[in-house]
C-alpha cells in the first residue's frame, strides 16, 4: 500500500510563496503521475496541477497558471508544488494523489482515476 504524506503547508501573507512536498513511501512513484488537488471551506475539491510520469508533461489549472510550479524528484520519491505570489483565494487543504503505476491519462481533473492520496495540508494566505 502506497503511502502519500504532504508536508510544507502553513501561513503566508499575500504575495508569499510556499514549497509543499509529496513523499511516497515506496520507489514505484516515478512511475505514476501525480497530481495537487485543493479544497477550501465549503466548497468542492478541485485540480490544482498534474505531473505526468512519462514525458514528464505538467498541466495546470487556469486560476494557477504562471503562479505555481509542480516538478518530482524521483530519486527521493517525492513531488514538490512550488506556489509564488500566492492570493487569499489559494487559501485551502492540499492534497496530492497519485494513479496505479504506468497509468496514463491527460483527464487529470478526475479524481475516480487517483488510486492513492495523502491526508493534506493546509495552506492560508492572509490579505
Known amino acids: 500500500q502506497v503511502q502519500l504524506v504532504e508536508s510544507g503547508g502553513g501561513l503566508v501573507q499575500a504575495g508569499g510563496s510556499l514549497r509543499l512536498s509529496c513523499a511516497a513511501s515506496e520507489r514505484t512513484f516515478s512511475r505514476k503521475t501525480v497530481s495537487w488537488f485543493r479544497q477550501a471551506p465549503g466548497k468542492e475539491r478541485e485540480f490544482v496541477a498534474a505531473?505526468?510520469?512519462?514525458?514528464?508533461?505538467?498541466t495546470y489549472a487556469d486560476s494557477v497558471k504562471g503562479r505555481f510550479t509542480i516538478s518530482r524528484d524521483n530519486a527521493e520519491n517525492t513531488v514538490y508544488l512550488q506556489m509564488n505570489n500566492l492570493k487569499p483565494e489559494d487559501t485551502a487543504v492540499y492534497y496530492c494523489?497519485?494513479?496505479?503505476?504506468?497509468?496514463?491519462?491527460?483527464?487529470?481533473?478526475?479524481?475516480?482515476?487517483?488510486?492513492?492520496w495523502g491526508q493534506g495540508t493546509q495552506v492560508t494566505v492572509s490579505s
Open positions: 494523489a497519485a494513479m496505479f503505476e504506468f497509468y496514463l491519462s491527460s483527464n487529470y481533473a478526475s479524481e475516480h482515476l487517483y488510486r492513492y
Open positions: 505531473n505526468s510520469w512519462k514525458g514528464s508533461i505538467t
